[in-house]
């Protein structure tokens, strides 16, 4: 992949994007993970896989993990489970935190701190259980709803990476799926994609379970005016979720209904691009992935260069 140099900003600048990431990461009440400890310790996947570059990215992690809700909440099974179970409502900025974080975790996190607390997620996951308003039972560890999370999760992070920052190329698009075959595992997704053509296969074979559903756009209302937001993305916070609803393919994108001005609008593509560049070379001391390369014996912005 392409290098080029680590963006160095003004120093309040940096302080501010410093406190507004562990604000971030580390909400009132919530757990606390230390990613620089144990020394040495490896992580679920390896410090030069190409995950580890793609996740660094708060922006593409924020555009991607959108898309991949937008495409959960289409499977009347996990929608159900999602919004029925969940503070996505209630309290969607908390929802988001934990989200953010167990993702962080999970790429970043010692071994020894990731498999326990994957474990946690799974024994939550064991008590949600319920029937969509459509009849249909359902149980958040099916393997085959598990496995349509972690799919889309693996899609719209390697997509939005792609399109907003640099290229993958179909190998590179492919590697990420493998690359989260071990950690989807843990979670219970046992039948996932082990490529970008599988992925698109299975949404192929999903196409006539998903269904437009009011629940999609409460969602996209809710990220739109979302506050809470850290202050250097809030001004930018609309485009985000309009570059999220991009990355859905066409297809489904009619199926569900999300027209035209649900997606970026004239102009907007470039400045969300543009932030997006800027995000994968700026390197905040307190992230996961900086503490992670300190953890292993690697310089601090090795992945931001």
Same mark, same amino acid.
């Given at each position: 992949?392409?290098?080029?140099?680590?963006?160095?900003?003004?120093?309040?600048?940096?302080?501010?994007?410093?406190?507004?990431?562990?604000?971030?990461?580390?909400?009132?009440?919530?757990?606390?993970?230390?990613?620089?400890?144990?020394?040495?310790?490896?992580?679920?996947?390896?410090?030069?896989?190409?995950?580890?570059?793609?996740?660094?990215?708060?922006?593409?992690?924020?555009?991607?993990?959108?898309?991949?809700?937008?495409?959960?909440?289409?499977?009347?099974?996990?929608?159900?489970?999602?919004?029925?179970?969940?503070?996505?409502?209630?309290?969607?900025?908390?929802?988001?935190?934990?989200?953010?974080?167990?993702?962080?975790?999970?790429?970043?996190?010692?071994?020894?701190?990731?498999?326990?607390?994957?474990?946690?997620?799974?024994?939550?996951?064991?008590?949600?259980?319920?029937?969509?308003?459509?009849?249909?039972?359902?149980?958040?560890?099916?393997? !085959? =709803? /598990?496995?349509?999370?972690? %799919?889309? &999760?693996?899609?719209?992070?390697?997509? +939005?990476? #792609?399109?907003? @920052? $640099?290229?993958?190329?179909?190998?590179?698009?492919?590697?990420?799926?493998?690359?989260?075959?071990?950690?989807?595992?843990?979670?219970?997704?046992?039948?996932?994609?082990?490529?970008?053509?599988?992925?698109?296969?299975?949404?192929?074979?999903?196409?006539?379970?998903?269904?437009?559903?009011?629940?999609?756009?409460?969602?996209?209302?809710?990220?739109?005016?979302?506050?809470?937001?850290?202050?250097?993305?809030?001004?930018?916070?609309?485009?985000?979720?309009?570059?999220?609803?991009?990355?859905?393919?066409?297809?489904?994108?009619?199926?569900?209904?999300?027209?035209?001005?649900?997606?970026?609008?004239?102009?907007? !593509? =470039? /400045?969300?691009?543009?932030? %997006?560049? &800027?995000?994968?070379?700026?390197?905040? +001391?307190? #992230?996961?992935? @900086? $503490?992670?390369?300190?953890?292993?014996?690697?310089?601090?912005?090795?992945?931001?260069?």
């Amino acid at each position: 992949m392409h290098r080029n140099p680590v963006i160095r900003l003004p120093r309040s600048l940096q302080r501010r994007l410093e406190a507004s990431a562990q604000d971030l990461l580390n909400p009132p009440n919530g757990p606390r993970f230390d990613f620089s400890r144990p020394l040495g310790e490896s992580a679920l996947l390896a410090a030069d896989s190409l995950s580890w570059r793609i996740f660094k990215n708060p922006i593409t992690l924020l555009i991607g993990g959108l898309a991949a809700v937008i495409l959960e909440l289409a499977e009347p099974a996990v929608q159900a489970a999602i919004w029925g179970h969940s503070s996505f409502r209630s309290n969607p900025m908390r929802r988001l935190q934990r989200t953010g974080l167990a993702a962080m975790v999970t790429v970043y996190g010692a071994r020894s701190v990731a498999e326990p607390m994957i474990a946690r997620v799974v024994r939550l996951h064991s008590k949600v259980v319920g029937t969509t308003p459509g009849g249909l039972s359902y149980a958040a560890s099916d393997t !085959r =709803l /598990l496995s349509w999370v972690q %799919a889309t &999760a693996s899609f719209g992070f390697a997509e +939005a990476y #792609s399109r907003y @920052v $640099q290229p993958l190329s179909r190998g590179g698009l492919d590697m990420v799926f493998r690359e989260s075959l071990a950690a989807s595992a843990l979670y219970g997704a046992l039948q996932m994609p082990t490529s970008s053509m599988e992925f698109y296969e299975l949404l192929g074979s999903k196409h006539v379970r998903l269904e437009p559903t009011p629940v999609i756009f409460e969602f996209l209302r809710i990220m739109r005016t979302l506050r809470g937001f850290p202050a250097p993305l809030g001004w930018i916070q609309g485009s985000l979720v309009r570059a999220a609803v991009d990355l859905i393919p066409e297809s489904i994108r009619l199926r569900l209904g999300l027209t035209e001005q649900y997606g970026l609008r004239t102009g907007e !593509r =470039l /400045l969300v691009t543009t932030a %997006a560049a &800027a995000a994968d070379r700026i390197c905040l +001391a307190g #992230s996961p992935p @900086v $503490q992670a390369c300190l953890r292993l014996g690697m310089p601090a912005c090795k992945l931001f260069s």
